[in-house]
């Protein structure tokens, strides 16, 4: 069982960056897929960027390339969500979560356990 933990979120102005943070504890943690999603008030969750176990495939929403990159690193049980030049339609709970899936997945339900959230709001 795989415990994870955000953090990193809050507030920033339209241009700015954030780096979300997302610890994993319990099990090992390295061998899991892991995904970064995001659910704004009233709409669905959506993909946000995904990384295989090595670190050597990463995926990202076509909407967020070039702006938001997913790292890990496996030595700390982290991975990382690094966010530049923000805009208000950025603003949303983003969750961190791990996969036991063979491959890495833009699907939330290939996804078995979730942390709880951090909020990123992100004002004009």
């Known amino acids: 069982q795989v415990q994870l933990v955000e953090s990193g979120g809050g507030s920033v102005q339209a241009g700015g960056s954030l780096r979300l943070s997302c610890v994993a504890s319990?099990?090992?943690?390295?061998?899991?897929?892991m995904g970064w999603f995001r659910q704004a008030p009233g709409k669905e969750r959506e993909f946000v960027a995904a990384?295989?176990?090595?670190?050597?495939?990463?995926y990202h929403a076509d909407s967020l390339k070039g702006r938001f990159t997913i790292s890990r690193d496996n030595a700390k049980n982290t991975v990382y969500l690094q966010m530049n030049s923000l805009k208000p339609e950025d603003t949303a709970v983003y969750y961190c979560a791990a996969s036991r899936s063979s491959r890495v997945s833009r699907i939330s339900s290939d996804y078995q356990y979730w942390g709880q959230g951090t909020q990123v709001t992100v004002s004009s």
């Open positions: 319990g099990g090992t943690a390295s061998s899991y897929r």
């Open positions: 990384i295989s176990w090595s670190g050597g495939a990463t």
